[in-house]
């Protein structure tokens, strides 16, 4: 579509679609910057299995000797009922734009948070199955991803074979590499419980042949929209393990229940 029919377009959509805060009904925003500054205060990072206050999300000394492959979960915000609606209208009813202003209060948060405790690291979404991707158009946890991260060009993937972290021959330090994904098209995980997610997403996920070599002593940050039990990104974790990764963190904009 040209520019100018998008934008007659988009005019359209914004009569059928008006833009209101779904906090407070204002026009204009999804989520209006007074509502984004409300979302949860000082939020701070825990140890996901417990609840013990942890500096980034890793798991406490107690809880980590139970996690066999994933080393934390960082959560950005409660799962406030703006929120709630705002991932559910963009995973749901496809709207883009909402996911454009979630990304960027996750962006916020994530560089706010000042995540310092690791050298270079490699930022992947939560992949979901072609089948899966073909029908909604896009994958929620990739944009949430590429938003924290520098993506190079597809051609640009040579550098990794010759990729050493003490030649830092790379300056950025989240780099974006979409390198898992799903092989087994799995049903939704939302309405689940716990074991039956375990048992759902159970071997679900690969590397992708061409990252299989990289994969070794390099840390990952596994980015999803909404953590419930863990079970996904405990899988991730385990297939990036497998390969000989040294760290994997779940990075997720909220956490459900
Ligand atoms: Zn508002
Ligand atoms: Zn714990």
């Known amino acids: 579509m040209k520019k100018s029919y998008l934008k007659i377009f988009q005019f359209f959509l914004d009569i059928i679609f008006p833009k209101n805060c779904y906090g407070c009904k ?15 205060k000082n939020f701070p990072q825990t140890c996901f299995s417990c609840g013990a206050e942890t500096e980034f999300g890793e798991f406490c000394e107690v809880c980590k000797k139970r996690e066999k492959n994933l080393d934390g979960i960082l959560v950005f915000y409660k799962f406030d009922e703006i929120l709630r609606k705002a991932i559910h209208s963009y995973k749901y009813k496809f709207r883009k ?25 490699f930022v992947a979404p939560v992949p979901l199955h072609k089948n899966r991707l073909s029908w909604r158009g896009f994958n929620q946890s990739e944009n949430l991803a590429r938003s924290i991260s520098f993506s190079f060009e597809k051609n640009d993937f040579n550098f990794l074979k ?25 049903r939704p995980q939302v309405g689940l419980e ?43 974790a385990k297939t990036l393990k497998n390969f000989g990764a040294k760290k994997v963190f779940g990075v997720c904009l909220t956490k459900s229940r």
């Not at 204002?26 to 949860?40: P, T, V």
């Not at 734009?97 to 690291?121: H, T």
């Not at 010759?162 to 994904?181: A, C, G, P, V």
């Open 97 to 121: 734009e909402v996911g454009v202003e979630l990304s960027e209060i996750f962006r916020a948060k994530f560089f706010e948070s000042d995540i310092n405790f690791f050298s270079q690291v």
């Open 162 to 186: 010759n990729f050493s972290e003490t030649k830092n021959n790379f300056q950025e330090k989240f780099i974006f590499l979409d390198l898992l994904e799903r092989t087994k098209d799995t």
């Open 26 to 40: 204002k026009s204009g925003k999804y989520i209006c910057e007074n509502c984004r500054k409300n979302l949860s």
């Open 194 to 236: 716990k074991l039956e997610r375990e048992k759902n997403i159970k071997n679900a996920f690969s590397v992708k042949k061409e990252f299989q070599n990289f994969v070794q002593e390099k840390t990952f940050l596994i980015v999803d929209d909404v953590v419930t039990t863990g079970s996904t990104l405990r899988e991730c």
